[in-house]
């Protein structure tokens, strides 16, 4: 999303901010420590917010820091929060730490991803069950929902796949229409020809917002139930918008095949373009009937 640098922008951006988050005036004001006439004021371009405010603001609205960066330019200020390279040194120390999470999980499978999706790490535990997988998905950069959705990805041994996409589909939905991104918004409706139509009903096994993941395996039968973790304190754009997916397992079976799986996985994680392979046929999975 694309949002001036001028001054004569930055009202305008706040109203759609606020308006997105469903935020009245007088709620901002009381938020950010001002009067709601102050709020009315800035909005109507009468008054002009200092730079202290326009971060008050931005954090009342729970912005994004990329976006609070772009409400700063909006209003003539220099951006507050670094954007750093995964790769640089100076985040060296954060790398290690999410390596070390990420073999914690083992044998449960985890991925690092950014704010649409792609894959920035993920443990052996993910990348034995990437098997089979077409090539052209395990390029840079890899998308991990893309990875799970597409008829030539994991697709095709999900056993829930036309309540489960739709999980997963909802959930991207939701996150562009809170945080607006056109990449984001460009996989949502692309995922959304490549999966089943949405159930009219329920299946006997719903469960609302809680759909695990069925995952054919083999002669058998996994399944996850899945968290989401991320930097809530973080002041680097590129670390606050890094998110953790760990699949773990709903019931004992799981964890017994998983386990199995982890005394035979490769030693080095999946990264992004590097092929996997997986081992099928684990003991304790569910037999399919």
């Known amino acids: 999303m694309t949002i001036t640098s001028e001054r004569g922008g930055f009202a305008g951006v706040l109203r759609e901010w606020r308006g997105r988050r469903g935020v009245s005036q007088l709620d901002l004001a009381l938020r950010a420590g001002t009067t709601q006439r102050h709020v009315s004021f ?44 995964f790769d640089d040194p100076e985040l060296e120390p954060v790398r290690t730490a999410l390596e070390s999470v990420l073999r914690g999980h083992h044998p449960y499978p985890a ?32 998308n991990v929902p893309r990875l799970l959705l597409d008829p030539q990805g994991m697709a095709p041994r999900i056993v829930n796949l036309d309540v489960w996409a739709w999980h997963v589909i909802d959930h991207l939905r939701r996150e562009a229409a809170r945080n607006p ?17 949405r159930p009219r009903q329920p299946g006997p096994d719903h469960l609302g917002f809680a759909v695990p993941l ?28 890094l998110r953790m997916e760990a699949f773990l397992p709903a019931d004992a ?36 009937p």
């Open 253 to 288: 079976a799981t964890a017994s095949a998983l386990a199995g799986l982890g005394r035979t996985s490769p030693s080095t994680g999946l990264r992004p373009g590097e092929p996997a392979s997986t081992e099928s046929g684990a003991a304790g999975l569910h037999r399919k």
């Open 214 to 241: 069925r995952l054919r395996l083999g002669d058998g039968e996994l399944r996850f139930l899945t968290t989401l973790t991320h930097f809530g304190t973080a002041v680097d754009v590129t670390v606050a918008e």
């Open 181 to 197: 991104d056109d990449r984001l918004e460009a996989l949502v409706t692309e995922l959304t020809r490549l999966v089943p139509d």
């Open 42 to 85: 800035i909005e109507s371009g009468r008054s002009i917010p200092g730079r202290a405010m326009v971060v008050r603001l931005a954090e009342s609205l729970e912005m994004p820091l990329r976006e609070r960066n772009t409400l700063l330019l909006a209003a003539g200020y220099a951006p507050a929060y670094p954007e750093t390279r």
């Open 111 to 142: 991925v690092i991803v950014d704010r649409r999706g792609d894959l920035v790490s993920a443990n052996d535990a993910f990348r034995a069950l990437t098997g089979g997988v077409a090539s052209r998905l395990l390029t840079p950069p890899v």
